[in-house]
């Protein structure tokens, strides 16, 4: 049975500029339920948690919490409603400590005559991290001491703190190891045993089939359908995602796993930091290498390092050419690209524009005799902002405006732009849309077979088996084991070899 509706949303526009996020959207959330809001990039549903929980008001239409008039200020006034959200984008405050953090304004809690009791501050946030299984992160410490897992689990805490009874996740576990989702679920399980309401965001489809009792779709800021869990059937709900039925394989079809015998990267007894511990690779040409394993194996960090993006303790990264790697410029000017797995910190200038971003990397290719025209950007960005089809008013807007995935398509868009004959992706399909991610795996098979070389670091395993024709699979920041391409390649058998 449906629970009682305790929050409508009555016909919500929301416009930025000319942009018109969301138009005449009205849903029901139910007490109890766990309710995936679910489309595309750029469809809406950061937009419409936001206006919910507080971070701007629509631009026309109502809400009803408990049938009265809903209209928060700001978050805090949302929270006192019993509404919180952990927002898609990074949502903690870097030069302050971890109480700090959970207690951002409401420090209030701690003052006596005038005066905080930091040590109080302390307890309650360890207590609070605590409550919900957090153990290994201490709140006197600066934040920035975190990894972007570890803040968001601050995050977490934060919002959760004011107890609330409409919690809403906006594409939380994209951000998160298997271990750190798993504590999302159980306290997504604990809030519905509490007949509490969460609202759910992700591209996981496998994962929001299993964990909720409806989904609410949006397509293009439209109000599309709502289904009931005996409706959940992929297709369908793909279909009414992106408005057409999606033919044809997702990952490739082949298995032969066959690449040319030349090496163009070797990579030799790689250390880096305490993380990478001695790892040698061989990358050929026109092969695409899956790495993957627990988030903390080490396989981001190696990343990193084959693109020059860190020192390397020992060891070493050489091209074809016989180039040794040694930092990010070199490594671009040998037609390398990088696809970093946080993309808002390492792989985009926010603050500018779509072009800026897309051309930075391809600037010497762009120039004619040391000049680049302002048309020759234009058609450049223009090409890679059709051939990603990035949601966008226009290529001269600030990348900070654009939904979570159509961030991720211009990093994307801006290395394939570069001509990039190696492509180091870490997570490239994280935070994307099942549409777009069909077409990024189509686009990585067609580079395989037009000889560029990629690197593909991935946590998600049918995505490793679906493209990579060997998969190396990293333990405690070394090669625990290497898989040939192969149709009866199993998770099971890669997970034996990663935990
Ligand atoms: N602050 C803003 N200024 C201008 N445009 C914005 C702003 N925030 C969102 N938009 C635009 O509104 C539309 C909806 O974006 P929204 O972030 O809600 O999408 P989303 O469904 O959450 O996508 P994703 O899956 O990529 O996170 C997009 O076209 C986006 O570019
Ligand atoms: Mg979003």
């Known amino acids: ?63 009803e919490l408990d049938g009265e008039t809903y209209l928060p200020a700001n978050p805090m006034d949302a929270q006192k409603h019993g509404i919180s959200m952990i927002a898609q984008e990074m949502g903690t405050l870097p030069g302050i400590r971890v109480a700090d953090n959970i207690f951002l304004g409401k420090e209030q809690l701690f003052v006596k005559k005038g005066v905080v009791n930091r040590k109080k501050m302390y307890e309650e946030a360890k207590h609070a991290m605590e409550n919900i299984g ?17 803040r968001k689990l601050v995050e977490v805490v934060r919002a959760l703190y004011s107890d609330p009874r409409i919690f809403i996740v906006d594409e939380t576990t994209t951000a998160l190891s298997q271990k750190g989702r798993n504590l999302i679920y159980q306290i997504i399980r604990k809030l519905k045993a509490e007949n509490k309401t969460v609202l759910f965001i992700s591209h996981d489809l496998e994962e929001l089939m299993e964990i909720c009792s409806k989904m609410i779709v949006l397509r293009d800021g439209v109000y599309i359908a709502e289904l009931q869990k005996e409706e959940f059937q992929e297709d369908r709900i793909k279909e009414l995602m992106v408005g057409r039925k999606l033919t044809g394989d997702y990952y490739r079809s082949d298995y032969d796993g066959s690449c040319s015998d030349e090496i163009v990267l070797k990579g030799t007894d790689i250390h880096v930091g305490e993380s990478v511990k001695g790892v040698s690779l061989e990358l050929h040409k026109g092969e695409i290498l899956g790495i993957g394993g627990l988030t903390d194996c080490g396989m981001h960090e190696l990343g990193k390092a084959l693109f020059g993006n860190t020192q390397l303790l020992y060891g070493q990264v050489v091209l074809q050419n016989g180039e040794r790697i040694k930092s990010e410029k070199q490594a671009i000017k040998n037609r390398m690209g990088y696809v970093s797995k946080n993309r808002d910190q ?51 807007q600030d990348v900070r ?26 997570c490239p399909t994280r935070g994307i849309d099942i549409g777009v991610k069909a077409f990024m795996y189509q686009l990585m098979y067609q580079l395989k077979k037009e000889g560029r ?7 998600e395993l049918p995505e490793l088996i679906g493209m990579s024709d060997r998969i190396l699979i990293m333990k405690d920041g070394r090669v625990q084991k290497s898989f040939e391409r192969s149709e009866s390649l199993s998770e099971a058998a890669l997970i034996q070899e990663m935990v």
């Open 134 to 150: 957090i153990e290994n992160i201490n709140p006197e410490d600066p934040i920035t001491r975190y990894s972007l897992e570890e």
């Open 346 to 396: 390492e792989a985009l200038i926010l603050s500018a524009s779509i072009l800026d971003n897309t051309v930075l990397p391809s600037l010497s290719k762009l120039s004619k005799a040391g000049l680049i025209t302002k048309k020759a950007e234009r058609d450049f960005t223009n090409k890679q902002v059709e051939k990603m089809s990035i949601k966008c008013r226009e290529i001269t």
């Open 401 to 426: 405006d654009l939904s979570g995935g159509n961030k991720q398509k211009v990093v994307f868009g801006k290395w394939l732009g570069n001509e990039s004959e190696i492509l180091i992706l870490d």
């Open 1 to 63: 049975m449906k629970g009682k509706t305790v929050l409508k949303v009555l016909n919500i526009s929301k416009d930025f500029g000319q942009t018109h996020a969301l138009k005449d959207v009205s849903v029901d959330i139910e007490q109890g339920e766990i309710i995936g809001l679910i489309g595309e990039n750029g469809s809406g549903k950061s937009t419409l948690s936001s206006i919910i929980s507080g971070v701007y008001p629509a631009t026309k239409g109502t809400m």
């Open 453 to 459: 070389s990629i690197i593909m670091i991935s946590e």
